[in-house]
């Protein structure tokens, strides 16, 4: 039905490099294993933390517009190989292919912008109090970067960090998730082939790392990495930023989350239907932003409800490769059961179930497939305060606009949310500092889907990380404060008299 070993040829990897060990690869398609890989262990990840430290120190010296080069080739290597890595991505994954060519568009995207920032790493000038002083502030490479990332989006989180990393002068360190594996050995050969073509780059600029937990925790604690970007879930990031701040490194968290959208009265509701089926059921509700909690207003709640419930029962599911699947399989049998857990304590908290089921998929027995559940709650307590990393969707019927906001705003997590209004007010109230308290505060569309151009991130229990666009590239950098006194005089700060 697929080959990945086809592919990884394609994209140039060196298998023999890495196969052979405990590591199993599955696909959450049809739970098929597609390979076995050599983990790394504890003295290899210390060796590799060495080599990224010693690349480090030739990367920075290369003026960063070069360094942009690399970037605009790593970029070329992803258009030419687009297809072949989005098929793997979804292989890997159970995304849709649509979302694996998305994936991998979203890391051109983030290329081409690293690409034009490798001439635009301002720093201020200032203005002395002092007679014939100048103060400015440069911005230098901090160091090699660990990256660890999660299994739903395996190559473009990597993307955003690299990238920006790259071009600040940094050299990387990645520990993909267990769980996708082939996709970061997929996207380590394209970074290589890309380093041979540019001929400037040290050889161990970029370390992967493959193995579980244990193997990230070793990134956390390792003092040679000035800063450890985490993507995954709360309970990681707990524990990923509690070993860097032992030490005092930084880290960058980028956690889970647990996304809204408000429908008002004066809502399009055609679009907002449309938009919160995508949010809710795509990628099988398994994005940091999928939307999770939907409040409607009382005027338009049966007519949504009505439209929701027609639209969930009537979506494809099915394997990811087919043209026609919206959505595919969760990730693996834990979080089928997840899922089911949550909706039997939805149930028992007063919810309503329509959908939820597992779906059975010709020729794809292993795999874990279920229709996206639509749950009416009678309140915002227990369940729906959770993260669950699946396909449902609970839906509150809501009077005032300030009760959706308190409601929206009354989680430990905030990554994304979203309002579809046609009333300025209510649209400008909810993007206002009394409305929303997430990261990522949407108009007329779902919450998920980001581009590249915006910082992204969350607050609370989303980690308070910035990734990606804006001015998210100084978390990359280190950077210094300079006064410089072009007078003959030493005239103080604070106008301070010491004569000797
Ligand atoms: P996960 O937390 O199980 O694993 C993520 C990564 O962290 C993996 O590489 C894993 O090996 C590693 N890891 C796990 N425990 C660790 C520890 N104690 N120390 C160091 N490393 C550790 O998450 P997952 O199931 O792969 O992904 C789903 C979660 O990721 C969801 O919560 C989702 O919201 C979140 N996520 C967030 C974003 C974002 O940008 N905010 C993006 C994608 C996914």
């Avoid at 690399?70 to 979804?90: D, F, I, N, Y």
């Avoid at 051109?108 to 109090?129: K, M, N, P, V, W």
């Avoid at 040679?224 to 990681?236: D, E, I, K, Q, Y």
Wanted: net charge negative; glycine share 12%.
């Amino acid at each position: 039905m697929y080959e990945p070993e086809s592919l990884m040829k394609e994209l140039g990897v060196d298998f023999a490099r890495w196969h052979g060990g405990d590591l199993v690869c599955r696909s959450p398609i049809d739970g098929r294993e597609l390979a076995r890989l050599r983990a790394d262990r504890g003295a290899d990840c210390a060796a590799k933390v060495g080599r990224a430290e010693a690349a480090f120190i030739e990367w920075r010296r290369l003026p960063p517009p070069r360094r942009g080069e690399l970037v605009r080739l790593l970029g070329g290597q992803l258009r030419r190989h687009k297809e072949a890595l989005g098929r793997l991505v979804t292989m890997e994954s159970g995304k849709i292919l649509q979302e694996g060519l998305g994936e991998v568009q979203e890391m051109i995207d983030i290329c081409d912008f690293a690409t034009g920032l490798s001439r635009q790493l301002y720093g201020l000038t200032i203005a002395s109090e002092r007679p014939g002083h100048r103060m400015m502030e440069t911005w230098h490479p901090l160091g090699p970067v660990g990256i660890i990332s999660a299994f739903n989006f395996p190559v473009a989180v990597w993307s955003w960090n690299a990238a920006l990393a790259l071009v600040c002068g940094d050299s990387l360190v990645w520990k993909p998730s267990e769980k996708t594996c082939l996709s970061a050995l997929a996207v380590q050969s394209l970074l290589e082939q890309a380093m041979r073509e540019f001929g400037e780059a040290p050889a161990d600029l970029s370390q992967l790392l493959l193995g579980g937990r244990e193997c990230g925790m070793m990134l956390a604690q390792d003092t040679r990495l000035p800063l450890v970007s985490a993507t995954g879930s709360t309970r990681m990031g707990r524990e990923v930023a509690q070993a860097c701040a032992a030490r005092l490194g930084r880290s960058i968290l980028e956690l889970g989350g647990n996304n809204t959208a408000v429908i008002a009265p004066s809502a399009d509701l055609e679009l907002a239907v449309r938009a919160v089926v995508f949010a809710a059921a795509g990628t099988a509700g398994q994005r940091c932003t999928s939307l999770r909690r939907l409040f409607v207003h009382a005027s338009v709640y049966d007519r949504v409800r009505e439209r929701l419930i027609a639209a969930f029962r009537s979506l494809a599911v099915g394997n990811p490769l087919d043209a026609g699947t919206l959505v595919g399989p969760l990730i693996d049998e834990h979080a089928w059961t997840v899922m089911q857990d949550a909706l039997r304590r939805a149930q028992a908290e007063g919810g309503r179930v329509h959908g939820g089921e597992r779906v059975p998929v010709e020729g794809c027995d292993g795999g874990f497939y279920a229709r996206p559940a639509l749950v009416e709650m009678p309140a915002q307590g227990g369940v729906v305060q959770e993260e669950t990393f699946a396909p449902i969707l609970y839906l509150l019927r809501y009077q005032t606009l300030e009760q959706a906001i308190a409601w929206n705003n009354a989680v430990p997590q905030g990554l994304a949310s979203s309002i579809f209004s046609n009333d300025l007010r209510e649209a400008e109230l909810f993007l206002s500092p009394a409305g929303s308290d997430c990261g990522i505060a949407n108009v007329n569309i779902g919450p998920s889907g980001a581009e590249i151009g915006g910082a992204f991130g969350g607050e609370k229990d989303t980690g308070g990380g910035r990734e990606a666009g804006s001015d998210a590239w100084k978390n990359y950098m280190r950077r210094a404060t300079n006064t410089i006194n072009y007078s003959s005089e030493l005239p103080l700060a604070q106008g301070v008299r010491f004569s000797i």
